[in-house]
């Protein structure tokens, strides 16, 4: 339900997201580039100890899926003309065109899931990005005290899987914060690692 009326929403004229630009970034801070590549293999390694998903699923269409991203972090998926890279992957990823196919494939296929981390890791680094160098009241990501990681968190996975979570899955997402944050040292790559995996958690992208 919390998707149908984001897509509603969306539909209907709400304003649009905050173009997927590259602001610039401070001195400590590496290209965007690199660092969802850094991300990655600390997400995999902490996936196990994440919240498990809800059970029996369904993936979200593809136009709810990006209207749901831009929702969560404020940031579209788009190219370097300003248009939604989801429009280009829609005849891939199984959207009725109506001539040839009249049903959506909604199977969460590794095809699927590859675009659905392409997507996470652009999103979220950019979000992130601007998130650090904005005052509270601006963030579209980040939505809380940044000195208080477990209220961000608790804050993202509310918005992201629509439920509120307890202290042992609030510590499963800390720790993999905790755990880019030791190995690289930047609050860009470890709000970013976190973001990307609430994003590749099913239940962000099903219902």
């Known amino acids: 339900m919390r998707r149908v009326l984001l897509l509603t929403a969306a539909l209907a004229g709400c304003p649009a997201a905050a173009p997927m630009t590259e602001p610039p970034l401070p001195q400590k801070h590496p290209p965007l580039a690199s660092v969802v590549d850094e991300v990655t293999a600390t997400i995999t390694r902490h996936a196990s100890a994440l919240p498990a998903p809800g059970r029996d699923r369904r993936r979200v269409d593809l ?50 899931l590859k675009y659905l981390d392409d997507a996470a890791r652009a999103v979220c680094a950019a979000a992130v990005s601007a998130d650090l160098s904005a005052s509270l009241p601006q963030r579209k990501l980040l939505r809380g005290p940044l000195e208080a990681p477990d209220v961000v968190i608790a804050d993202m996975a509310l918005r992201a899987h629509g439920r509120k979570l307890g202290a042992a899955d609030i510590a499963a997402w800390r720790q993999l914060y905790d755990a880019v944050l030791a190995s690289d040292g930047a609050a860009l790559q470890a709000w970013t690692a976190v973001c990307v995996a609430m994003i590749r958690h099913p239940d962000f992208y099903s219902h």
Request: no cysteine; charged share 25%.
């Open 63 to 112: 136009d709810a899926l990006a209207a749901i991203i831009e929702d969560f972090t404020g940031t579209a998926w788009i190219d370097g003309d300003g248009v939604s890279r989801w429009d280009s992957l829609r005849a891939t990823l199984g959207v009725p065109d109506y001539l040839e196919r009249t049903n959506e494939d909604l199977g969460a296929a590794p095809l699927f």
